[in-house]
Every structure is written in structure tokens, then in C-alpha cells.
């Protein structure tokens, strides 16, 4: 049966599990999440010097570790009865077999260079319009050159300072769209575990923190900087689900304000400007003009500072050149209209009037004065009255 040319990541899901039967299907939950966030297409011949060498593949080159934490040592009598036909399964990475290893490895014995392949699709309507918002591929990771400008102490900032960033522009209409985006194509991967030459800078400054000894990517001054994200107790689980909430949910200030006070201590975030820009980012909606646009300044100063390439510049550049701020719709406050407050102000003058003439009358004073009275005291709470909020 000929393989289609192009398949959904459920497809793609079925169509392992259909392979790997006889061993209980796909279980890994991080592996069925990579498969099941792309569309993928056949490609005839995928080089296969781009591929990692797990464990028994070549003995004279260096073994690199599966990032699923699978033991990958292929049994080459199985090997080489193994049909090369068949299209092996490559991530997004383009260099981790998701399936195939003992093609690979057959094909590498026989001194083959190419093999039919299965590859995410980069066509997605998600990645076209983080295409044109120029943030497909991170910026940061191309203009340091592998992060070669960057200690572990910078990661570590940049990757706070990118969070808080991303929460504040979802605060800001003009900035809703892209920061929504933005998330989405952050958390479509997982918690950070594989590394993605094209993910966003957030995902890529997430990974190296959770995987300092990552072979993808060289920081400046590399011993140290290993040590020092080693030393951090960065919990990359949380940090995701916290952004799987803020994709899918609106995210009140005071969660923030509480999650980030965590991940400041997870992070050896000590800088008292950034603690500053935190607890005025977390009560956005509430800020004057003036602070809002220093927060947004002195951010993008400490981008310009740190990593000039990164996602963040472009957005924040446009934000400064605000006249005003407006908060986004699932951020703001809900606000009364003057009907309604009307509305409310005239049911409880009615009602004011009413109850004043009935305690004059039972109480023996004077009528009029007592449902004038009234109608003031009813107008004033009908008018509070229409503009509570419900609880």
C-alpha cells in the first residue's frame, strides 16, 4: 500500500501506533504531543547525515542521548531485515529519529546517504502569520549565533523578561494578536525538552535552562554558565502549563503576581527593577499612561542590553511610540453604560419614594418630606447599585 503523501499529526499517531502494535502502541506522552502538533509530508530523500548518532549507530562517532529518554542500541541482524521503503519519521528538530532507527541504521551500513522520510509541515496558517510577524524562527538564536553571546545568567533574565513580556502585551489591544500567537507557537512543542531551531526565543531560552548540558547550543563562557543554570531550580512544567493557561484562559494579575514571585526564586532573579516591572505589569489595567510607557521603555532597554535580536524589540519599539494605552478586551473591566446606570438611578428613586411615604404614614410625620428624602436615598443606591459587578 503507498504511503500518502501528506498526513495530520492524528494520522500520524494512528499510523505509529498501527506500527508499534505488538509493543503496546505509543506511550510517551511528550512524543505523542510532537506528533499530534504538526501535519506532515513525505519527503523522498531526507539526508541522513543530519540525523543525531544514538547509541550503536557508528561506533568511531560520538553516541548523542535520545531526547525521549529512550534506549536506542539497534539490533542490527533486525536491522537488516528492515525494508527501506518504508519512510522513516523525523521531528521537527530534523535531527531526532521518531521512528525508524533500525532503517536508519541499516541504511548507514549499507553506505546509503538518503531515505523516504516523514517531516512536519512548516505551511501552517499558525506559522504563516508568526511568518509575517517576522518571529517563525527566534531571532535571538540567529543573531548571537548559537547563544555564543549569552552567560547563563543573561538566559536566565532574558527568559524571565520575555514571560513578563508576553503577559503585559496581552494586556495591550494593538498587541493581543501577536502575543497570542506568540504562546501558541511557544507551547505547541512541550515543556522545552527538545531543542527547535525555529521555535520562539522564549521556547529556546526555556530549553537551555532546563538543559544546560544541550549540545545544540554554546553559551559564552561555557563552564560557568553550565553551573550557574545547573544551580537553578527552574520548574519547566509549571512554567508550561502556566503558559497553556494563559493560551487558553484569561489569567487575573494576582496569578500572575503570585506565579511570578516563584519563578523569581526558581530563576536567582534579584534585580529590583525587574521585581518593579513585575508588580506594575500585573496591575496593567490599572496604570497611568506615564507608567505604563516606562515600564515599556526601561524593557526594551534591557533587551537593547542584553540581546538586541530578541522577538520582544520589534513589539515593544511599536509600544513605545504609543499616544495611549488601551487594555485588551479579556483583560479589561467591565464598564456600566449610562443607560443602565440611568436606568438604575430611576428604579431606586421609585423605590426610595415608595418606602418613604409608607414609614411616614406609620410613623405619624409628614409625607412629603419623607418620600423627598426617600427618592434621594433610592436614587443614589439604584445609581451604585447598576454598576456593581456580579460576583
Given at each position: 500500500?503507498?504511503?500518502?503523501?501528506?498526513?495530520?499529526?492524528d494520522?500520524?499517531?494512528?499510523?505509529?501506533?498501527?506500527l508499534h502494535?505488538?509493543?503496546g502502541?505509543?506511550?510517551?506522552p511528550?512524543?505523542?504531543?510532537d506528533?499530534?502538533?504538526?501535519?506532515?509530508?513525505?519527503?523522498n530523500?531526507?539526508?541522513l547525515?543530519?540525523?543525531?548518532?544514538?547509541?550503536?549507530?557508528?561506533?568511531d562517532?560520538?553516541?548523542?542521548?535520545?531526547?525521549?529518554?529512550?534506549?536506542i542500541?539497534?539490533?542490527m541482524d533486525?536491522?537488516?531485515?528492515?525494508?527501506?521503503s518504508?519512510p522513516?519519521?523525523?521531528s521537527?528538530?530534523r535531527?531526532t529519529?521518531?521512528?525508524?532507527?533500525?532503517?536508519?541504521a541499516?541504511?548507514?551500513?549499507?553506505?546509503?546517504t538518503?531515505?523516504?522520510?516523514y517531516?512536519?509541515?512548516?505551511?501552517s496558517k499558525?506559522?504563516?502569520k508568526?511568518?509575517?510577524?517576522?518571529?517563525s524562527?527566534?531571532?535571538?538564536?540567529?543573531?548571537?549565533?548559537?547563544?555564543?553571546?549569552?552567560?547563563?545568567?543573561?538566559v536566565?533574565k532574558?527568559?524571565?523578561?520575555?514571560?513578563?513580556?508576553?503577559?503585559?502585551m496581552?494586556?495591550?489591544d494593538?498587541?493581543?494578536?501577536?502575543?497570542?500567537?506568540?504562546i501558541?507557537q511557544?507551547v505547541q512543542?512541550?515543556?522545552?525538552?527538545?531543542?527547535r531551531?525555529?521555535?520562539?526565543?522564549l521556547?529556546?531560552?526555556?530549553?537551555?535552562?532546563?538543559?544546560p548540558?544541550t549540545?545544540?547550543?554554546?553559551?559564552?563562557?561555557?563552564?560557568?554558565?553550565?553551573?550557574?543554570?545547573?544551580?537553578?531550580?527552574?520548574?519547566?512544567?509549571k512554567?508550561?502549563?502556566?503558559?497553556?493557561?494563559?493560551?487558553?484562559?484569561?489569567?487575573?494579575?494576582?496569578?500572575?503576581?503570585?506565579?511570578?514571585?516563584?519563578?523569581?526564586s526558581?530563576?536567582?532573579?534579584?534585580?529590583?527593577?525587574?521585581?518593579?516591572?513585575?508588580?506594575l505589569?500585573?496591575?496593567?489595567g490599572?496604570?497611568?499612561?506615564?507608567?505604563k510607557?516606562?515600564?515599556?521603555?526601561r524593557?526594551?532597554?534591557?533587551?537593547?542590553?542584553l540581546?538586541?535580536?530578541?522577538?520582544?524589540?520589534?513589539?515593544?519599539?511599536?509600544m513605545?511610540?504609543?499616544?495611549?494605552?488601551?487594555?485588551s478586551?479579556?483583560?479589561?473591566e467591565?464598564?456600566t453604560?449610562f443607560?443602565?446606570?440611568?436606568?438604575?438611578t430611576?428604579?431606586?428613586?421609585?423605590?426610595?419614594?415608595?418606602i418613604?411615604?409608607?414609614v411616614?404614614k406609620?410613623?405619624?410625620?409628614?409625607?412629603?418630606?419623607?418620600k423627598?428624602?426617600?427618592?434621594?436615598?433610592g436614587?443614589?443606591?439604584?445609581?451604585?447599585?447598576?454598576?456593581?459587578?456580579?460576583?
Open positions: 500500500m503507498k504511503n500518502p503523501d501528506k498526513m495530520t499529526g494520522q500520524m499517531l494512528n499510523w505509529l501506533n498501527s502494535k505488538w509493543d502502541g505509543i506511550r510517551n511528550e512524543y505523542k504531543n506528533v499530534r502538533n504538526n501535519n506532515w509530508a513525505l519527503i530523500k531526507f539526508p547525515a543530519k540525523l543525531q548518532n544514538p547509541t550503536g549507530y557508528v561506533p562517532e560520538e553516541d548523542t542521548d535520545d531526547p525521549y529518554n529512550r534506549v542500541d539497534p539490533d533486525h536491522a537488516m531485515q528492515t525494508d527501506l518504508q522513516i519519521v523525523v521537527s528538530d535531527t529519529v521518531l521512528d525508524g532507527n533500525h532503517r536508519v541499516k541504511a548507514r551500513e549499507m553506505g546509503k538518503h531515505l523516504p522520510a517531516f512536519p509541515m512548516m505551511e499558525l506559522n504563516l508568526l511568518i509575517d510577524k517576522e518571529i524562527e527566534a531571532r535571538l538564536y540567529r543573531t548571537s549565533r548559537n547563544f555564543n553571546a549569552l552567560t547563563g545568567e543573561d536566565a532574558l527568559f524571565y523578561l520575555t514571560s513578563i513580556s508576553s503577559f503585559m496581552l494586556n495591550d494593538k498587541q493581543y494578536d501577536y502575543a497570542t500567537e506568540y501558541k511557544t512543542y512541550g515543556p522545552y525538552t527538545l531543542f531551531s525555529h521555535a520562539t526565543d521556547y529556546l531560552l526555556g530549553h537551555v535552562i532546563r538543559d548540558d549540545k545544540s547550543i554554546r553559551l559564552k563562557n561555557p563552564i560557568s554558565s553550565k553551573q550557574y543554570l545547573k544551580k537553578l531550580s527552574f520548574d519547566p512544567r512554567h508550561y502549563m502556566f503558559f497553556m493557561r494563559l493560551k487558553n484562559t484569561t489569567v487575573k494579575g494576582t496569578e500572575f503576581n503570585s506565579y511570578f514571585l516563584r519563578l523569581e526558581q530563576l536567582k532573579i534579584k534585580d529590583q527593577k525587574y521585581k518593579q516591572w513585575r508588580r505589569i500585573a496591575d496593567w490599572n496604570l497611568k499612561y506615564s507608567s510607557q516606562l515600564v515599556v521603555s524593557l526594551l532597554q534591557e533587551y537593547r542590553r540581546g538586541r535580536g530578541s522577538e520582544m524589540v520589534s513589539p515593544l519599539t511599536t513605545v511610540k504609543y499616544k495611549v494605552h488601551q487594555t478586551k479579556p483583560y479589561s467591565p464598564k453604560s443607560t443602565k446606570r440611568a436606568v438604575g430611576v428604579a431606586g428613586a421609585a423605590a426610595g419614594r415608595y418613604g411615604k409608607k411616614a406609620k410613623l405619624g410625620k409628614n409625607v412629603d418630606k419623607y423627598k428624602a426617600g427618592t434621594g436615598i436614587a443614589i443606591a439604584g445609581y451604585w447599585a447598576s454598576g456593581r459587578k456580579k460576583q
